[in-house]
């Protein structure tokens, strides 16, 4: 059910929360945070179908601000039931203004002794914690794939680093590197020499893995990039025993190479947002190896 709301306040939103959770049942039973999601210069619409697809794992209220140009009222729309997934949905479009203070806009939307998680689909805050939202989130989500400049923003996001900061180019990692420490473990001689990598020219997957590879192996690292390429590519390790490698040319199935034993076909598929949300959802503590990948990603120039 979508109930739109034009012209409205966030007290007369909370009352029609009340009114459908009286109406249809206690909607928010079981409901494990407040997910919220500035959806400046991004699809509102695309941002709600990822959330719905990661509610289905971590039922949640979720509110969007996809703030409107040339208007001066807060207008509003509510989604319970099959237009909210296992979550129910508060869209707010406000006055441009109004992002200044998002913090104050949606605070009497949460709900009460819940985390909160926020996630920017498309602008960047170089200190995500700095901002309204980031300031009262527990989690904070960006995504750097977008950018025209990954090392810059990468670089940025680095020096603003507080505890709770993630970034989905390196949840989009997680497959990758979970393959490369299983191979490594069953070499005998596990020191690596030098790590390539290949893939988009604005991949910041790309950076962060290779900050993580010298920064747990104490290797060297060396990118190639291929324009026509979507993500990473491939991965060689170069260790005494041969070469550990992963090639994913066609961004869905994996030749995973290693010393001595017959190659490996394994499928591993591009993740969708909503795979990656879902992940990032799993955990609300600290994620300290990716702000350690982030380090290293300024000492590697």
Not at 55 to 64: A, F, L, M, Q
Request: aromatic share 4%; hydrophobic share 40%.
């Amino acid at each position: 059910m979508i109930l739109d709301l034009p012209g409205t306040t966030t007290v007369d939103i909370n009352s029609e929360l009340l009114r459908l959770r009286k109406e249809g049942g206690v909607i928010t039973l079981g409901r494990v945070m407040t997910l919220v999601i500035d959806a400046t210069d991004a699809d509102a619409d695309e941002a709600i179908s990822t959330a719905n697809m990661a509610s289905r794992e971590h039922p949640c209220r979720v509110v969007i601000l996809s703030p409107q140009k040339d208007s001066d009222v807060l207008d509003a729309q509510i989604r319970v039931g099959g237009d909210a997934g296992a979550s129910e949905v508060v869209l707010l479009r406000p006055p441009v203004a109004a992002m200044e203070h998002a913090d104050t806009l949606i605070t009497p939307l949460l709900l009460p002794d819940a985390p909160i998680v926020a996630w920017w689909p498309s602008v960047v805050p170089l200190v995500p914690s700095a901002v309204g939202l980031g300031a009262m989130a527990q989690r904070r989500i960006t995504d750097t794939k977008g950018a025209s400049d990954p090392a810059a923003v990468l670089c940025a996001l680095s020096d603003g680093y507080r505890a709770g900061d993630t970034d989905f180019a390196w949840t989009r990692l997680t497959r990758w590197r979970a393959l490369l420490a299983s191979a490594l473990e069953q070499v005998s001689d596990q020191r690596v020499t030098k790590a390539r990598m290949h893939g988009d020219v604005n991949s910041p997957s790309i950076l962060l893995l290779g900050a993580w590879l010298r920064r747990t192996l104490g290797c060297e690292f060396e990118a190639t990039y291929d324009p026509e390429a979507t993500g990473l590519v491939s991965v060689c390790l170069e260790t005494p025993a041969g070469e550990i490698a992963i090639h994913r040319p066609d961004g869905i199935n994996a030749t995973l190479t290693q010393p001595g034993q017959p190659d490996h076909v394994i499928a591993i598929p591009s993740r969708s947002l909503g795979e990656c949300l879902a992940e990032e959802l799993r955990r609300m503590d600290d994620d300290p190896v990716y702000g350690e990948a982030l380090h290293e990603i300024v000492h590697c120039g």
